[in-house]
């Protein structure tokens, strides 16, 4: 009997260590978030974008090799860089400026360079590239371990190339890595539009999509949901924060909406 009692009480102790050690594993990026040389505008958009639980849910690592997908202003730049500087490799895969309208906007601005030369301490081994239909390489074949885009699959479709940059994207990543997908749920009860001209994506649409592309769905993710969001907005999902497209008119309305409800979802290469 006492042999049992020791042996559950040993149980006991090892799911309370893996309970208390579990936190202490995404440490690294909570670190990055809590980073001083982060804008204050950014910070203020944790509370809506969770990026410790986003990038732990995807599996991202210390050591990992990782590309972001258009970087924008910067926001997980100033995550994943620092996050990754001693032991990983985080690529910034920015727009073409000779690509299409989304695709040039999307190029690397003045002020994100300022920012890569401010602070070399954490951003002197970032990796900026070019990604768009007239740059499909992203990262030498088979290098990454994942690539992550957020709130861009809209702009693909809209430009009518996302089954060429997805098919880019495979090539990119290891046999086995991931692909991160953030979007602006759209509404399961009307038809999608193919041009996403609303900037609103049905998750099972890009399901479908994305898996035609040579991936497996293996995971989804409730971290950025916001059900007051409806998805059936006057300047769609540009009407609300943190754009407000409509200016003043029910400004108030739209802030205390929010963000968008974002669908977030982990997918798997499958083959080579």
Known sequence: MRKYILMAACAVACLTHQAVAAPQSDSFLQHAVDAPTRTDKFKARDAARHPVQELA?????????????????????????????????????????????????????????????QHPEI????????????????????????????????????????????????????????????????????????????????????????EKAGFKLVGSSEVDANPRDTADWPKGVWTLPPVLAMGQVDRAKYQAIGEADNFVLKFRKIGG
């Open 57 to 117: 849910f995807f599996g991202v690592r210390p050591r990992s090799t990782v590309v972001e997908i258009w970087p924008g202003g910067g926001y997980w730049t100033q995550i994943l860089a620092p996050a990754l500087y001693a032991h990983g490799t985080y690529y910034a895969a920015f727009g073409g400026p000779d690509g299409d309208k989304d695709e040039a906007h999307f190029a690397m601005s003045p002020a994100f360079r300022q920012m890569l030369d």
């Open 123 to 210: 951003y002197g081994r970032v990796k900026p590239t070019v990604f768009g239909a007239h740059h499909p390489e992203l990262a030498p074949p088979g290098s990454a371990d994942f690539v992550l885009t957020f709130r861009n699959l809209h702009n693909w479709m809209a430009a009518g190339d996302a089954p060429k940059l997805l098919a880019a994207i495979h090539r990119a990543l290891k046999p086995g890595g991931v692909l991160g997908i953030e979007e602006h749920r759209g509404n399961t009860r009307t038809p999608q539009d193919p041009q996403a001209e609303s900037g609103y994506v049905r998750q099972d649409y890009a399901t479908a999509l994305i």
